[in-house]
Structures are given as structure tokens and as C-alpha cells.
């Protein structure tokens, strides 16, 4: 199971660190994604880590920055200079690294973590 956290209201222009916490074993065996949606806007792949590097879509964000700590089964969103139009539910997700994984064709889902940033 996947546990998103760290979500909040923030001013534009601040930082938020977004966390997910899973199982040694889902970590050690798939690659770990963000992704967020917007109301009224499809969910959209923000960022893969694994144990091969880091995956972004073709328009990255460039303010984000995927991590991973190993120890703590814990992947990181650092999300820096944010802007109103991130305002979202993040979620993560765990799924072999792939195009799959990118759209989000995958059964391992965690709870979201509300972001609002206000202008």
C-alpha cells in the first residue's frame, strides 16, 4: 500500500516536499510515480523514479524534483516556486517503469494529498 502526504496551503512562490510512503517490498520492486489532477482536468503524469533514474513527462515542470530514500521506503515531490495552476490532488502510484506506468495503467494507487496554492 501507498501513503501520499504532505499536502497544504501554500502561498505562490513557496515549496512544498510531498511524500509517499509504501512497502520495502512494492519500492524494491517498482518504479514509483507522482501524478496530480486538477478539478475538471485529467489526472497528469508528473514524475517516475526507479531504480534506474528518473522519468519526466515531455514537458517537464522543471520546479519538480522526485527523490526516493531508500531506508524509509519514501518517495519525495519537491515542488519549489509553485504556482496557482498546481493546485491539485496529488496522488502516487507503483507499477513496472514503462508508458504504462506514465498514464497511469496501474492497480497500485495511494490516497491523494490535497495542494493549494493560493495567488
Known amino acids: 500500500q501507498l501513503q501520499a502526504s504532505g499536502g497544504g496551503l501554500v502561498q505562490a512562490g513557496g515549496s512544498l516536499r510531498l511524500s509517499c510512503v509504501g512497502s520495502?517490498?512494492?519500492?524494491?520492486?517498482?518504479?514509483v510515480a507522482w501524478f496530480r489532477q486538477a478539478p475538471g482536468k485529467e489526472r497528469e503524469f508528473v514524475a517516475a523514479?526507479?531504480?534506474?533514474?528518473?522519468s519526466y513527462p515531455d514537458s517537464p515542470k522543471g520546479r519538480f524534483t522526485i527523490s526516493r530514500d531508500n531506508a524509509e521506503n519514501t518517495v519525495y515531490l519537491q515542488e519549489n516556486s509553485l504556482r496557482p495552476e498546481d493546485t491539485a490532488v496529488y496522488y502516487c502510484?507503483?507499477?513496472?517503469?514503462?508508458?504504462?506506468?506514465?498514464?497511469?495503467?496501474?492497480?497500485?494507487w495511494g490516497r491523494g494529498t490535497q495542494v493549494t496554492v493560493s495567488s
Open positions: 520495502g517490498r512494492t519500492f524494491s520492486t517498482y518504479a
Open positions: 502510484a507503483a507499477g513496472p517503469l514503462g508508458r504504462r506506468l506514465f498514464s497511469g495503467d496501474t492497480e497500485y
Open positions: 523514479i526507479s531504480w534506474s533514474g528518473r
